[in-house]
């Protein structure tokens, strides 16, 4: 079982990134797949979820109407597009994998880091 994040970098605030997760090892289309952040010195923090029964999504208050999370079933990724970037958003992020229905089947990728700064 593999969660591979990739996408991270530097940017400027008011900026963009588009953050990647790659599935291997499992039915990723029966998982709900989720974004979590650590920002420096803090706890980690879930960003966002998408679920697989249905497709819907949550956001936490801080990103929501600027972070859009989807998945390609195909292509075993999820993705977490981050517009309106702001310094606060600085933080390692990290995909989470669980099993609707088996949620003892729950996998974390290596994180990816994210710096928002002039």
């Known amino acids: 079982v593999q969660l591979v994040e990739s996408g991270g970098g530097l940017v400027q605030p008011g900026g963009s990134l588009r953050l990647s997760c790659a599935a291997s090892g499992f039915t990723f289309s029966s998982y709900t797949m989720s974004w979590y952040r650590q920002p420096p010195g803090k706890e980690r923090e879930l960003v966002a979820r998408?679920?697989?029964?249905?497709?819907?999504?949550y956001y936490a208050d801080s990103v929501k109407g600027r972070f859009t999370i989807y998945r390609d079933n195909a292509k075993n990724t999820v993705y977490l597009q981050m517009n309106s970037l702001k310094p606060e958003d600085t933080a390692v992020y990290y995909c989470?994998?669980?099993?609707?229905?088996?949620?003892?089947?729950?996998?974390w990728g290596q994180g990816t880091q994210v710096t928002v700064s002039s």
């Open positions: 998408i679920f697989s029964t249905d497709g819907s999504t």
């Open positions: 989470r994998g669980r099993d609707s229905t088996y949620r003892a089947y729950d996998y």
